[in-house]
């Protein structure tokens, strides 16, 4: 097995804890592929958990084209840059709106790009020292299949593998399950068909995907649900899906979640006390 995972077994998280320990549940939302959705779910998931009650923090991991905050209408403000240079803590960058937390990345920082710091290290840093503080801890996680990437996807507890019904995300997605296991020894996913078209498209690929990296790999693979594609401009559907009003998408999209949550044996409900759940609000701690 390769030396970063065995790295990250020197930190497993998966020892003793005492009954009262709290345990947040950490996923990765990944794929391999760009532009398959990961960023719309990822921030549309953490909303979602943070509306059910958990405390959910979401971290943008695409370090240098960050598109969280984008997607949500806030400023950009590459606040990561002063948590890489020690200038800024973690809940000095963190925008917060009730029980929703984001942690966005950068865009197009020198700081970033210049960086000798490993971005993978910083983040399961950045897990370790405040996942008493959350039930959920989600990772929007960049595309390909780096090292960096990879590691985060390991590190988390669940991995939701988006792929859409096209050959290269299909592919793709393949792609990053076995690296994920010849390298981590990673032996389980889940699995979202994203923009699918029909039933029979969503079914096609569900088997393909599912039963190629059983046969082939030897993972098994739970399959999470499908989002349809949805008609409109790509800025329109995240305006659409991202917006708290009860649709017949957000409806499916909570259903898909509460039988995750509850296969998964989601944490305990503790909402932050007295938190705003009407604006983002940051630096307010
Ligand atoms: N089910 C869908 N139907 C229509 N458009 C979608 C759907 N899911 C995502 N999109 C759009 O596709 C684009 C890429 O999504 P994004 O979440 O940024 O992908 P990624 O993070 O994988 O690169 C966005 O503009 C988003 O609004
Ligand atoms: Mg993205």
């Given at each position: 097995m390769h030396k970063t995972s065995e790295w990250l077994?020197?930190?497993?998280?998966?020892?003793?804890?005492?009954?009262?320990?709290?345990?947040?549940?950490?996923?990765?939302?990944?794929g391999g592929k760009g532009g398959v959705g990961k960023t719309s779910i990822a921030l549309k998931a953490a909303q979602e958990l943070a509306a059910a009650g958990h405390r959910t923090l979401l971290i943008d991991c695409d370090s240098n084209l960050s598109n969280t905050a984008i997607k949500l209408?806030?400023?950009?403000?590459?606040?990561?840059?002063?948590?890489?240079?020690?200038?800024?803590?973690?809940e000095d960058c963190l925008q917060r709106r009730g029980n929703f937390h984001l942690l966005p990345a950068c865009n197009g920082s020198d700081a970033v790009f210049e960086s000798r710091l490993n971005f993978d290290e910083i983040i399961v840093d950045i897990i370790r020292s405040h996942?008493?503080?959350?039930?959920?801890?989600?990772?929007?996680?960049?595309?390909?299949?780096?090292?960096e990437a990879l590691t985060l996807n390991a590190y988390c507890d669940h991995r939701w593998i988006v792929v859409t019904p096209d050959k290269s995300s299909i592919t793709?997605?393949?792609?990053?399950?076995?690296?994920?296991?010849t390298r981590f020894g990673i032996t389980e996913n889940h699995l979202l068909v994203n923009m699918y078209q029909t039933e029979k498209q969503f079914q096609k690929v569900v088997l393909t995907l599912s039963e190629t990296i059983e046969n082939f790999l030897g993972v098994r693979t739970q399959i999470l649900g499908g989002i349809q594609r949805f008609n409109v401009s790509a800025e329109s559907f995240d305006t659409f899906f991202l917006s708290e009003g009860s649709n017949e998408f957000n409806?499916?999209?909570?259903?898909?979640?509460?039988?995750?949550?509850?296969?998964?044996?989601?944490?305990?409900?503790?909402?932050f006390p007295g938190a705003d759940l009407?604006?983002?609000?940051?630096?307010?701690?």
């Open positions: 077994q020197s930190f497993s998280s998966t020892g003793p804890r005492s009954d009262d320990a709290r345990v947040c549940t950490k996923i990765s939302v990944t209408g806030l400023p950009l403000e590459n606040k990561f840059e002063k948590i890489l240079s020690g200038e800024a803590a973690f996942e008493t503080e959350y039930d959920f801890i989600l990772l929007d996680c960049p595309a390909g299949v780096s090292r793709d997605s393949y792609s990053l399950v076995k690296l994920l296991a409806r499916n999209f909570v259903k898909l979640l509460t039988g995750f949550t509850e296969k998964a044996g989601g944490p305990r409900t503790t909402p009407r604006t983002y609000e940051h630096d307010a701690h």
